[in-house]
């Protein structure tokens, strides 16, 4: 009854037209952009996202998926579960990607099926615990822990931010590399003792500063493999 009484008093409204009913109608989901994917190194376009061999680096990036172009309607959705904090957008847009992965079979999911053997884990891309406590969530980890449900793949919180930096908002690339060098380590070793393929998770990929300084962590690690899997670029 409560529940009812609350969807009466603030009815869900879509964050890209206002519609009321859900937090992302149908008709907004369609208007998702989708651009060619791209080598994580390069950002040349790419063959399901991998990494050309050309630019291949021992502690580098396998590959980058993201599911549209960081414009609205998904850039409002992805500031909505951000910074409005709500959160039920991160299972709405894990299940539209789980949705496009089942219609068109991207290179990611093969890799994700023929390697299952070997072990695939999710790892989020952490939050500097001031932050997250300002915040209170961290977007990836509500992300991460849907997608590796939906998926049955292992979920590990095994990154962790040990220094807190600015925001990458407002930052050039030079900058957001500098930034965010050595801001992160190993929390949970025996994660990687098997060398597990890495589904690593973020919301949007700017530079790529970011995952790339993850990536660079968790290969050291052992990680065999390490894919970028964000919402939007």
């Known amino acids: 009854m409560l529940k009812i009484l609350f969807d009466i008093l ?6 890209g037209c206002g519609k ?3 937090y992302f109608c149908p008709s907004c989901v369609r208007d998702i952009k989708q651009t060619d994917l791209v080598c994580p190194r390069c950002e040349k376009p790419s063959i399901g996202g991998q990494t050309h061999p050309i630019c291949k680096r021992r502690f580098g990036l396998d590959g980058l998926w993201s599911l549209g172009v960081y414009q609205d309607p998904l850039r409002s959705a992805i500031g909505q579960l951000k910074y409005k904090g709500i959160k039920e957008l991160a299972e709405i847009l894990t299940d539209i990607t789980i949705e496009y992965w089942a219609k068109y079979q991207p290179f990611v999911l093969d890799k994700i099926k023929k390697d299952r053997g070997v072990g695939w884990v999710v790892i989020p891309v952490p939050m500097h615990w001031l932050r997250a406590n300002k915040r209170g969530f ?15 793949l292992a979920y590990s919180e095994s990154l962790k931010r040990i220094r807190y930096t600015k925001s990458q908002t407002k930052l050039k690339e030079k900058q957001r590399r500098q930034n965010i060098k050595d801001a992160f380590e190993i929390s949970i070793p025996y994660t990687l003792d098997s060398k597990p393929s890495v589904l690593l998770i973020d919301d949007v990929w700017t530079t790529g500063s970011t995952l790339k300084e993850c990536c660079w962590v968790l290969k050291r690690a052992g990680a065999k493999q390490v894919w970028a899997l964000t919402l939007a670029r």
């Open 20 to 22: 009321v009913g859900s």
């Open 138 to 152: 961290n977007q990836s980890n509500l992300i991460g822990q849907n997608l590796s449900k939906k998926l049955g």
């Open 10 to 15: 603030f009815p869900r409204k879509c964050v």
